[in-house]
């Protein structure tokens, strides 16, 4: 004769277990815990990503200004001197390895200014420091592979074909007469 759980348990053992909360919060917390971790890891990714962009920016910004005022042509600037510069302005947030790429390029007006070639998940990598004269027209882009850290819950932030963000920076101006 098989017997039930149940009719095993007398009363009183039935009751202390059904009115027994001490295991409550914490049965509660192991349901909620991974969905509660992921969204949080998800948005300080992507507080650190919009953070990283704006530095990016700014220190790309930065940059061109010695370019646009001469100062980079005065001083020599090369590709590594002018990626010194940025990196001096970005403070280590953006490591300043293989993964951030400078392209400084004149051209004769705005409407003829290109966009950046990028195939098949991959840039067709044709890097160049042009900084030009007064009064040229100069872009300087600047491109980082940011690591995703979390592909959190089957959603990946990164746009690259190694899982990587791609984060950059595009500044389009006029060199002053100098």
Known sequence: MKRSVGSLLSN???QRFSNDRSGVAAVEFALVAMPFFALLFAVLQTALIFFAGQVLES???????????G?????????????????????????CN??????????PSFDQV??????NGEF???YKYQPGVGGDI???????????I?????????????????????IVFRNEPF
Request: proline share 2%; charged share 20%.
């Open 59 to 69: 220190g790309v910004s930065e940059a061109a200004r010695m370019i646009r005022t």
């Open 124 to 126: 067709v990598e044709d």
């Open 12 to 14: 009183a053992t039935r």
């Open 138 to 148: 100069v872009v300087v882009r600047a491109f980082f592979e940011w690591p995703i």
């Open 114 to 119: 290109k966009t950046t070639k990028y195939e």
């Open 98 to 107: 293989a993964s951030l790429n400078l392209d400084v390029r004149t051209y």
């Open 71 to 95: 100062q980079a042509q005065a001083q020599g600037f090369d590709q590594a001197k002018f990626k010194q510069e940025v990196c001096d302005h970005i403070f280590g947030l953006i490591s």
């Open 150 to 170: 979390m592909p959190l819950m089957g959603v990946n932030q990164g746009d690259m074909d190694n899982g990587n963000l791609l984060l950059a920076s595009a």
